[in-house]
């Protein structure tokens, strides 16, 4: 099935269940997880709620972490789907200050806002690589945004192709 078959299936299932997730457990479980999958990413490289320590009593749990060889490579932080999305309220600043990941995710699961790790470290610009609502986008749309940027998701990539 192609990309975007997917994502547009996708999206209607998640209109027919979004009644059904009441908190950001279930937001993450039914509607994040499911998007990882679909970008191709395998659930074993996948690691939920990894503990990054900050210090004496610190410890804070990144949603999920895309792991390569045992390294972080992608960060995803979640929100229930009713909360909205701002960089300077995650901890995706934070977690990227811990980890070797070069990406990041910040979602609600309806809104996917996609950062590399020196958009969110930097003061100036903030704004996501890219961004879509995955109920008002369409797939094609969608799918297209996703395979031009291709090499951000691809954990085998060496090099960092955002600078």
Known sequence: MELKDEIGQFAVRIKKM??????????????????????????????????????????????????????????????????????????????????KAKYGLLTNGLVYRFYTEKMVRSKKNQEPLFEFKITDTKAAIIAKMIEDHKDYFNVDQKTNVAS
């Open 18 to 99: 979004l009644p059904q997730v009441q908190s950001e457990d279930l937001t993450r479980n039914a509607l994040v997880m499911p998007f990882i999958q679909i970008l191709g990413f395998d659930p074993s490289e996948v690691q939920s709620e990894a503990v990054l320590d900050f210090g004496v009593k610190k410890s804070k749990k990144v949603d999920y972490t895309i792991m390569k060889d045992g390294e972080p490579t992608i960060l995803v932080e979640c929100k229930h789907h009713n909360d909205n999305l701002d960089i300077h309220d995650s901890r995706l600043s934070k977690y990227f200050r811990k980890t």
